[in-house]
Every structure is written in structure tokens, then in C-alpha cells.
């Protein structure tokens, strides 16, 4: 291979040059000038700038992958989720945003470490090859542990990021270890040519390398059993953060696994795919009941997010065809309403004080004070409960569909006891805020100034959640001609 | 057509209504009453209108379903998916007793209701619309999609202006209660209906959620597979009516909700459940349909009886009221799978009949309860001399409720129980007997609340009796039952066309079942 670029592949890198150029940038800047809204308005210029270059990687790809040497691959795929993880961390930046403006000590490392980890997310979406794979991984995961630690004095965020670097790093260890079994039976890490010389391996060497790369996926997509981290760490961290975990990290993750699962055969055996199954069942189940008895609402988001994932893997087993465009518009309706519930639980938090606003009480009458944040609230918590209008019913409807379609039926009876599960502490957290209050106080609290872009982001992404919810066409049109290559 | 767009108006307006409502909430407390009275009183004059000037009588009645109004637009073309209404005989009846109960739901709340009160008419009117959505609905996606989204609406009326027991369970329990019920039935009917659209797409290579497509498919469908698909709409239905073994939810649902959510609950929630297996259940799998008769005609059975004996012992007024709805709506379904045009037009009726007098019969639990401040019978008593108007009234919507001739209710259960002895008289003769225990439980309701010695409880010898206003919608819906008792002609000639296209195509499975008899 030649490895002089073309300039239609340096085109194709540039959502990554950019992203890298303003972790640079951001940090060159805050060793001269320490202001919060400078700081965040550059990261937010710079992962700006990498979102509109996919119009010109766009063109440039013209319907046809780029292949950026043998790591990385830019294909409608990638650059559909290349798009929505920056839009994704864009949210995650407004809230941040808002939320920080009450800390105390050094605010601007924060978006170094956001842009850092949006890199690595970036990377990940890209990568066809286990190197690419593993890089964007830990250039995803080694920031989120600072950033889950942010507030450093607060002893309960430490071990948050403590819990999250010990238990993430023995997942990455077994990761590893899986892709070097793999690497030792096929002499190869791109994720085309292990798939042609599978036929040379013994297969179970080529299993227990895959069980140990699922178990690693499992972790960062806190499936069941390897769940056990995520209620700890997403109450421990700072809100927006935990939007952070919840929508980039484990998206990102899913779109890589989700192409290694299409390009590699080996993921399909039944074994792994039965494996595969009992794992969705059990996040399906395990999650929903564990969100019952929480009365904390960042935990109850935790282990809704468990078994949201539940209901994702249904795409991931029945992989290819269908599922690819099931996949596609999950994870956006996801990515979307999960934005929106933390971004909510970020604003009444906002701006940072001891400790967020995280019980459920905390939430009796919000409606009535502040009706446009609890619409918004609202809108979200149906919309993870599948409820028609809402993106969610659109999501969980494909997903349903192509579970039908490939007779997965026990995965089908788990996604319906989980959905009628769920529904009871989705309800719960909602009509608390309805609950009246002994004041009545009807006016809405003026939102100040640093609030207004986390309020507008949640606008748009509730006026997003109802358009997918009642006219899904065009996006299922977008998602469909982007994803063309992995049917 | 060309005045089919009026079908999305009749849709549009309740949603716009209750969004106007709730935005001028900020303005006035009447208001939002106002423009939802004006709302309702619109759609259902348009309803009406429909009814007056549409021709519901087809001359040749085939086993193929026809619509009278039909109106329909591309909605996501890549799943096949159409927003597609269609009006018949059955659905216009059905939307208009939606309406009318609508008017008289938001009517009962007008004292009643003092918090929140544009939330409270936004929630009203989108639940009423989304039962009308299930009644036109011609499209699989479209129906389930109203399906579940009358349920937030209703959940929030129960969960926000109910009426905790004191001591017991909670309003919220419940709502949710109800919620979880419906939607878990609901989701397992979705996986049938999908798997309807798949085995659609795998005999013709179309992808469709069209009524009329999907018919076609699930009347050739193997019957093992006929059968699974039969009971995932059964189940949805089931609960929702409710049939025995699931009903549980409704007595807690009616217990807790408020005045209007009750009439709307028991008047026109339960119905469309009958609707749904008068327009899907049946018509899809009229073979498995009528292999299953028996076993669903003991479940209604069970219900009219159960439902009986229960109501007898509830000393919580609506309570007892809710386990009569159960009761009666044993007899939709004995009349459903009966299947002779007798019952099912027997069925329109009661269906019709039975939303109004509980209906009715809930307005008065909550007149009483605005007065009493108590919903147990054992507090009452005597209350006969204690108001001019409210006890014999309800003596009348009591009596129609036990089937007195010259009533609604018993012309609906007489055609039931007429048209399904023909072909199952054993479950006839076990329902009529609910008639009995209908008259039981009703004169109970009626001696303990009003007969006896007055109590003295603090409120006065001479409690408030209804206004002007409470006597007006009572004295419509006592008309009402009392035209349809009398002369219900009209009633069964607009819903005929659509009860026999049912009974053919039910006939028809029964006929190849006696057929493929010898051939095995």
C-alpha cells in the first residue's frame, strides 16, 4: 500500500485532525489564560469545526468508504456516528457548562478531558482494526476517569473514579488478552483479515479470545453481570458527566463492537450468540428490577441505562440486515432522551453545589415551579419507557420489529416483562413531579444566563424526541442510506 | 370521498382543545372548561352530523370489511405504515357515545375538579382523543399507536386529581397499576401485530401495516400460527375489557380516579376493547377465533358472575359500580364469540347502553361524594329523604343497569342472550342467571344508600341537590336509555352492515371447520 495520503484522505481524517487540534489548543490555552466561558467556547468552536468537516468528508467519500490506512476506515457508518457523537458532546459540553460555574476550584481542565475523550470516541467509530479499536478505547476511558474525579475534594467522587479506573482497567486487561488470543491464532488485527483466516484457528482458543472481548465490551456497556459498577460510579460523578458515560462512552463503544460483529464471523457462533442472548435477557431483566427499589434518581438512571443497553444487544445478536438500521435508530432515540434526562437532572442542579439535586423528593412539584424543565423531564422519562409520540416507542418499536423478524423470542418476552417493569419507577420519578406542593407557586424560576445554552440544548432535544416520535421517516431514510455498508 | 378530511378533524380538535386549555390556564380558571365544553360539543355535533347525513347501510354485506368515510396519507413509507382512518357503522356509534361521555366528563368536572385545571382538560381531552384514534384507526401501527396513547393521559388523571383511600393504597398505585397492566398486554399484542406484518411481507414481499392488507394474510395463515397471533390480541383485549382472571386493575382504577375518569374508564376505555375484538380479533382469525369460543365464552361466564357476587359484598360505592362494569362487559364478550347477528348487535347496544348508565351511575357516586364527603355505603343510608332529585335518579340508572325492560341495557343483554343460545346455550343459561345477581346487587346498592333511617353525619337534614346543570346531563342520558329501550331501531340499523360482515366471516370458519372434518 501506498502510504502517501491523497488529499480525499486527508479530507476523511479531518473531523479527527480538528478534534485533536483543539484538545491542543484548549490546553496551550489554559497554561495562558484560566476563564471558564473562553475555555468552553473554544472547545465548543473546536468540536464545532469537526462536526461541520463532515460536510466535506461527505463529499469527499462520495458514497464510497475511505480506507486511512489499514487502521481506520471513514464510511457512511462512521461519518453518521461520527456525527452523532459530536453532537452528543456538544450537549454534554452545554451542560457542563452550566453546571460548573459553581465549582469552586480550576473548571477548565474539564474540557480538555471532554475533548480528549470525544477524540477517543471518534476514533472508535472509525476503527476497523483491534489496534485502532484498543487506542480510541483508553483515549476514551483514561479522561472519563478524571472527569468522573473532577471535583477532587469531594471524597465520594474520588472513589466514584477510583471504583470506575480499577474496575475499567481489569476490563481492558481482558480485552486485551482477547485480542491477543485472537492475534496468536490468526497473525492478524484488522477486523477484515482475522475474519479471512478464522479457518486456520482452533476454535476454541478463537472463543475464549472472543468471550474475553465481549466480557470487556459487556464492562463499558455495563451489560449484566459486569453491571456492577454503574450505579456507584454515575451517582458519585458530577451530572453532566454522568450524561457523558451514559450517551458518548457507551455509544461509541457499541459502534465498534457493533462493526466487529458484522465484519467478524467468529461473534456470530452460536456460542457467543447464545451467550450473547442471556446477557441482554439478564440486562433486561436485572436492570429494570434493581431500578425499583432506588429512591436516588441518578441510580435509578444508571440501571435504567443497564437495561436500555438490554434492549440494544437484541440488535447486536441478530446482527446484519435490518438490525444494522434498528441499531442506528436505537441508539440515536436513545442517545437523545438519555441527553436529555441528565441534562435535566444537571440543570436543577446547576449551578454545582455540595451535592446534586438526586433524591427523588427533590423533585415533588417541579412541574409546578419549573414547567418547561419537567415538560421536558416528562417527555424524556416516556420516551425511555417506549411510550408512542416519543422517540423511544420509534427505537424500541424497530428493535422489536427485527427481534420478530430473526424469532427471537426470548429476547422479545424479556424486552416486554422489562418494558412493563420499567414503566413502574419511569412513572414513579414522573408523577413525583407532579405531586403538588404545599406553596403554590406557579411562576417559573428565571433561568440565568448560564443556564440559556443548556436550556435551548434540552429544547432541542425534546422538539427532537417528539419529531422522531411522531414523523420518523427522514431519519430512518438518513440512518438507512448511512449504514448501506454494514447491511 | 371528499369530505373524508372531516375523520382528521375529529381527531385534531380534541388534541387542540386540551392544548388550548391548558394554555389559557394562566388566564382564567372557566376558561379552560369553557373551550373544552365548546370543543367536545363541536366534535361530537360533527359526529352526529356524520351519522344523520352518512349512509352506514350497505346494500350487500361481504366479508370484506367497507368503510363509508376513509381518509388516508403516507406516514413512513419504508415500514408501510399509512396514517388511515376509516368510519363504519360500529366506529361511528362508538365515537360518537365517546363524545357524548366526553361532554358529560367534562361537565361532572366542573365544580369537582379545582386544581390545575388546564392540565386537567388537556389530559381529558387527549385521552378522548386517543380512543377515537382507536376507533378509526385502519392502520396496525396507527391503532396500537393510540392504543397506548390513551393510557399517559389516563394515568395522569387518576395519579393527579384521584382520590386516595384513607389508610389504603394510593392514587399512584393505582395509576401505575393500570398503566403496567395495559402496557404490558399492549406490547405483547404489538409482537403479534408485528408478526402479522413479517409473515405479510414473506407471502407477498410488501410491506404493510394496512388493515385491509394484513386481513387478507392472517385469514390464510397456518393455524398453529393463527392461533399464537389470536391469543396475543386476546390478551390485550382481555385486560383491557377486563376479563376475569385480569381485571384486577379496575376496581383500584376506579376507586382512586376522579368523577371524569371514571365515566371515561368505564364508559369508553372498556369498549374499545370490545371494538378491538369486534374489529381485529374476530376478522384476523376467525378460525382459531372459534376454535377458542368456548374457552373465552367461560371467561365471560366466570366474569358475569364473579363480577355479580363481588359488586354484592364492595361497601365502597364505586367500587361496587366498577365490579358491575365487569360483570356486564361478561356479556360483550359472551355475545362476542357467539357470533350470530343477534348477539353481536346485542353487543353494540350493551356496549352503548352500559357506558351510559355507568356512566351515569359514576356522576352520581361523585355528586354524592362532593356532598358526603364518603364513598361507603355503611355511612349512608336514608339519603332518600334527604335530597328531592339524586335518589331517584339514580333508582333509575340502578334499574337499568339490572336490566329492566324499556331500558338500553336490557334490550342488549336480551339480543346477547337470545343470539347465543342458538349456539351455546349452556353459557347462555349460566349468564342469564347474572341477571338475577344484576338485580341483586343494584337493589342492594339503592336500599343501603338511600332507604333506611337518615344519619346524622353533620352536613344537615337537607344536603344540596344537583344543580341545574347535574339534572340537564342526567335527564340526556336518562333519554337516552330510555329512547334506546324503547326504540332501537336506529342504533342497530347503523351498526348492521358492520355486525354482519363479522358474522360472515366468522360463519365462514366455522363452516370450514365442519367441512375439514371428514377430510382428516
Given amino acids: 500500500m501506498n502510504h502517501a495520503m491523497t488529499t480525499q484522505q486527508l479530507t476523511a481524517l479531518l473531523p479527527l485532525i480538528l478534534a485533536t487540534l483543539t484538545t491542543v489548543v484548549v490546553m496551550l490555552t489554559i497554561a495562558f489564560k484560566r476563564q471558564h466561558r473562553l475555555i468552553a467556547a473554544m472547545t465548543m468552536v473546536g468540536l464545532n469545526l ?123 486487561a481482558f480485552m486485551l488478552f482477547g485480542i491477543a488470543l485472537l492475534y496468536a491464532e490468526t497473525g492478524a488485527l484488522g477486523f477484515a483479515e482475522i475474519a479471512g483466516k478464522l479457518a486456520a484457528g482452533r476454535p476454541g482458543i478463537l472463543l475464549a479470545g472472543a468471550a474475553m472481548i465481549l466480557s470487556g465490551v459487556a464492562f463499558k456497556l455495563s451489560a449484566v453481570p459486569f453491571h456492577l459498577w454503574t450505579s456507584d460510579v454515575y451517582e458519585a460523578s458530577p451530572a453532566p458527566v454522568s450524561a457523558f458515560l451514559a450517551t458518548v462512552s457507551k455509544a461509541a463503544m457499541f459502534v465498534v463492537v457493533y462493526r466487529l460483529f458484522v465484519n467478524v464471523g467468529l461473534f456470530r457462533h452460536p456460542l457467543a450468540l447464545q451467550a450473547l442472548t442471556w446477557v441482554a435477557v439478564a440486562s433486561m431483566v436485572v436492570g429494570n428490577l434493581l431500578a425499583l427499589r432506588q429512591d436516588n434518581v441518578k441510580r435509578i438512571l444508571a440501571y435504567s441505562s443497564i437495561a436500555q443497553f438490554g434492549y440494544l444487544l437484541v440488535a447486536l445478536v441478530a446482527s446484519g440486515g435490518r438490525a444494522t438500521e434498528a441499531a442506528g435508530i436505537f441508539l440515536l432515540t436513545y442517545i437523545v432522551t438519555a441527553l436529555g434526562v441528565f441534562g435535566v437532572m444537571t440543570l436543577v442542579s446547576s449551578p454545582m453545589k455540595d451535592r446534586d439535586v438526586e433524591h427523588i423528593e427533590q423533585l415533588r412539584g417541579l412541574f409546578w415551579k419549573r414547567p418547561y424543565l419537567s415538560s421536558i423531564m416528562t417527555t424524556m422519562l416516556l420516551s425511555l419507557a417506549g411510550i408512542p409520540l416519543t422517540a423511544g416507542f420509534v427505537g424500541k418499536f424497530y428493535l422489536i420489529s427485527v427481534g420478530v423478524d430473526t424469532k427471537q423470542w426470548l429476547l422479545m418476552g424479556a424486552v416486554v416483562a422489562g418494558s412493563a417493569i420499567g414503566l413502574y419507577y419511569y412513572l414513579r420519578v414522573m408523577i413525583m413531579m407532579f405531586q403538588p406542593i404545599p406553596v403554590r407557586e406557579r411562576v417559573s424560576e428565571p433561568l440565568n444566563w448560564v443556564q440559556h445554552s443548556g436550556g435551548a440544548m434540552l429544547m432541542a432535544a425534546m422538539a427532537l424526541v417528539l419529531v422522531i416520535g411522531v414523523y420518523p421517516e427522514p431519519f430512518l431514510n438518513l440512518i438507512r442510506a448511512s449504514t448501506l455498508a454494514l447491511r | 370521498m371528499t369530505n373524508s378530511i372531516i375523520l382528521v378533524w375529529l381527531l385534531f380538535l380534541p388534541f387542540l382543545g386540551g392544548w388550548l386549555s391548558w394554555q389559557v390556564e394562566r388566564y382564567s380558571r372557566t ?89 386537567f382538560h388537556l389530559n381529558l381531552m387527549w385521552n378522548l382523543a386517543g380512543v377515537v384514534g382507536v376507533f378509526l384507526a385502519l392502520d396496525m401501527f396507527l391503532f396500537f399507536f393510540f392504543w397506548e396513547m390513551m393510557l399517559v393521559p389516563m394515568y395522569f388523571l387518576i395519579a393527579l386529581w384521584g382520590h386516595s383511600m384513607p389508610g389504603g393504597k394510593s ?350
Fill in chain 1, 50 to 172: 469537526a462536526l461541520l468537516s463532515l460536510g466535506p468528508v461527505l463529499l469527499a467519500a462520495n458514497g464510497q468508504p475511505i480506507e486511512l490506512t489499514p487502521l481506520l476506515i471513514v464510511d457512511g457508518y462512521a461519518i453518521f456516528y461520527m456525527g452523532l457523537l459530536l453532537v452528543t458532546a456538544l450537549g454534554v459540553l452545554t451542560l457542563c457548562h452550566a453546571y460548573f460555574e459553581g465549582y469552586a476550584g480550576n473548571r477548565e481542565e474539564l474540557y480538555l478531558l471532554l475533548a480528549m475523550a470525544t477524540l477517543g470516541a471518534l476514533v472508535m467509530a472509525c476503527s476497523r482494526h483491534f489496534a485502532s479499536f484498543f487506542i480510541g478505547l483508553e483515549l476514551l476511558s483514561i479522561p472519563l476517569y478524571a472527569m468522573v474525579a473532577y471535583p477532587v475534594r469531594d471524597s465520594r467522587a474520588l472513589e466514584g473514579g477510583m471504583k470506575y479506573l480499577v474496575l475499567s482497567g481489569t476490563a481492558s
Fill in chain 2, 31 to 119: 376558561l379552560p372548561r369553557w373551550i373544552a365544553l365548546i370543543t367536545m360539543l363541536t366534535v361530537l355535533g360533527i359526529s352526529l352530523w356524520l351519522w344523520f347525513t352518512g349512509d352506514y347501510t350497505l346494500s350487500t354485506p361481504s366479508t370484506t370489511p367497507q368503510w363509508a368515510l376513509e381518509y388516508k396519507a403516507e406516514w413512513i413509507p419504508s415500514f408501510g405504515i399509512s396514517f388511515h382512518l376509516g368510519l363504519d357503522g360500529l366506529s361511528l356509534l362508538l365515537v360518537i357515545l365517546t363524545n357524548l361521555l366526553g361532554v358529560m366528563a367534562i361537565g361532572c368536572s366542573w365544580r369537582e375538579i379545582d386544581r390545575y385545571v388546564g392540565f
Fill in chain 2, 171 to 520: 392514587r399512584v398505585y393505582a395509576a401505575t397499576k393500570f398503566f403496567i397492566f395495559t402496557q404490558f398486554s399492549g406490547l405483547i399484542m404489538l409482537l403479534a401485530i408485528l408478526a402479522l406484518v413479517f409473515l405479510h411481507h414473506q407471502g407477498t414481499g410488501v410491506w404493510s401495516f394496512g388493515y385491509m392488507d394484513l386481513l387478507s394474510t392472517a385469514q390464510g395463515l397456518d393455524p398453529k400460527i393463527a392461533w399464537w397471533l389470536m391469543l396475543g390480541f386476546f390478551i390485550a383485549f382481555a385486560v383491557k375489557m377486563p376479563i376475569v382472571p385480569f381485571h384486577t386493575w379496575l376496581p383500584d382504577a376506579h376507586g382512586m380516579a376522579p368523577t371524569a375518569g371514571s365515566v371515561d374508564l368505564a364508559g369508553i376505555l372498556l369498549k374499545t376493547a370490545a371494538y378491538g375484538l369486534l374489529r381485529f380479533g374476530i376478522p384476523f382469525f376467525p378460525q382459531a377465533s372459534h376454535d377458542f369460543a368456548p374457552v373465552a365464552m367461560s371467561f365471560a361466564v366466570l366474569g358475569i358472575l364473579y363480577g355479580a357476587v363481588v359488586a354484592f359484598s364492595q361497601t365502597d360505592i364505586k367500587r361496587l359500580i366498577a365490579y358491575t362494569s365487569i360483570s356486564h362487559m361478561g356479556f360483550v364478550v359472551l355475545g362476542i364469540y357467539a357470533g350470530t347477528t343477534e348477539a353481536l348487535q346485542g353487543v353494540v347496544i350493551q356496549m352503548i347502553a352500559h357506558g351510559l348508565s355507568a356512566g351515569a351511575l359514576f356522576i352520581l357516586c361523585g355528586e354524592i361524594y362532593e356532598r358526603l364527603h364518603t364513598r361507603d355505603l355503611t355511612k349512608m343510608g336514608g339519603l332518600w329523604a334527604r335530597f328531592p332529585y339524586l335518589p331517584p335518579i339514580m333508582l333509575f340508572f340502578s334499574a337499568a343497569s339490572l336490566g329492566l325492560p324499556g331500558l338500553g341495557n336490557f334490550v342488549g343483554e336480551f339480543l346477547i342472550l337470545a343470539g347465543s343460545f342458538k349456539v351455546a346455550p349452556l353459557f347462555a343459561i349460566l349468564s342469564a342467571s347474572g341477571l338475577i345477581l344484576a338485580a341483586v346487587y343494584s337493589l342492594i346498592l339503592v336500599q343501603k344508600a338511600f332507604h333506611g333511617k337518615p344519619r346524622e353525619d353533620g352536613y344537615g337534614a337537607h344536603l344540596q341537590d344537583l344543580s341545574k346543570r347535574e339534572l340537564a346531563m342526567m335527564g340526556l342520558l336518562m333519554a337516552l336509555l330510555l329512547g334506546m329501550g324503547l326504540y332501537p331501531q336506529p342504533v342497530l340499523n347503523t351498526s348492521a352492515t358492520a355486525m354482519k360482515t363479522v358474522e360472515l366471516q366468522y360463519q365462514s370458519a366455522a363452516a370450514t371447520a365442519v367441512l375439514s372434518v371428514p377430510a382428516r
